[in-house]
């Protein structure tokens, strides 16, 4: 996976003990972007050690004469279809290397989808709303916004109290595997239509969420009504670190049970989880267009929106 990096510049494939390097460069680049580093060294690691990410053909590193990272690219396939996100790092004082690691990458993500029987790749790159030089990198490729994703945050300044359980609604934490399966069942359903959405059987779900350093098992709530798994909500640590919040990574309604207020109950019980565990706020992610209530169900119970993230699409 490499296209024509300039002379001068060496390039490797990633290892386990890079992470640190990959973090300080995508930090240096949020911060002159959103004025923070927004991913932590975890995130970093978590993609590494991903099961699906093979460091072998998937990502690339860029170092100059002095051994200073200046590059960092990859490709990620999601689950057996034709869609792969990627993503372009580069050391603002080395603009030469971004057409040809751009070009290395969506190369790579035609790889990934041939290789998976496709005969073409949906690729997909995650841009910050602020990041106009990105974005004017992503149109010149043949790249269109596609949709976004807005950052939510629910603050917490004190206790929170738990709400009611509904009529006949039990709730069951991921310590187990029968609930960790119904959870993920629940999920595939809820998530089906949702854009970008790549299905995943159990073990591979299971393996990607294991693999996580921000995974906790008792943070994965399971709510049956009269039995039947008809929600689920997967907490994580993923936003720990320097903000001391919770993650909401899914959160899930089966179809047939929707309209209930199962996904407000859900959502409810989370924040009074994370500020039992001494969180300042609970943080998740949704999709601005994708045609449910989900993003107005967020607002109405007090979430705010402080970052957007918009995904820009080229099939190749």
């Known amino acids: 996976m490499t296209t024509s990096i300039p002379a001068g510049y060496v390039t490797r494939r990633p290892r386990a003990d890079d992470a640190p390097r990959i973090h300080e460069l ?45 590059g960092w690219a990859w490709a990620w396939r999601k689950g057996t279809g034709d869609n792969v996100d990627i993503d372009v790092v580069v050391h603002p004082a080395t603009p030469e290397l971004t057409g040809p690691l751009w070009d290395t990458v969506i190369e790579r993500a035609r790889g990934i989808t041939a290789g998976l029987g496709h005969d073409r790749a949906v690729v997909d790159i995650a841009l910050y709303r602020e990041d106009g030089g990105k974005r004017a990198l992503a149109a010149a490729r043949g790249f269109g916004a596609a949709t976004t994703f807005v950052r939510l945050r629910a603050d917490h300044t004190g206790p929170v109290g738990h709400p009611a359980l509904p009529a006949g609604v039990t709730v069951h934490d991921g310590l187990t595997e029968e609930v960790r399966r119904q959870a993920h069942a629940v999920e595939q359903a809820g998530f089906a239509e949702h854009f970008g959405f790549a299905p995943k059987g159990y073990d591979e779900w299971y393996d990607e969420l294991a693999s996580s350093a921000s995974t906790d098992w008792s943070q994965l709530a399971l709510a049956r009504l009269d039995g039947e798994p008809v929600a689920m909500l997967l907490g994580t640590d993923a936003f720990l670190g320097d903000e001391n919040c919770g993650y909401v990574r899914r959160l899930a309604v089966a179809p047939a049970f929707r309209g209930r207020g199962l996904g407000r109950f859900m959502l409810r019980r989370a924040f009074a989880e994370d500020a039992g565990r001494g ?34 699409r080229r099939t190749v």
């Open 26 to 70: 995508i930090s240096l680049c949020d911060v002159q972007v959103i004025g923070k580093a927004d991913m932590t060294l975890d995130d970093v690691a978590d993609q590494i050690n991903d099961p699906s990410f093979d460091l072998g053909t998937d990502g690339l590193l860029v170092h100059d004469t002095t051994g200073r990272l200046t």
């Open 279 to 312: 969180r300042a706020g609970t943080y998740l992610h949704v999709d601005a267009n994708n045609g449910t209530p989900a993003l107005g169900l967020y607002l109405s119970v007090g979430m705010r929106q402080v970052l957007a993230i918009d995904v820009w």
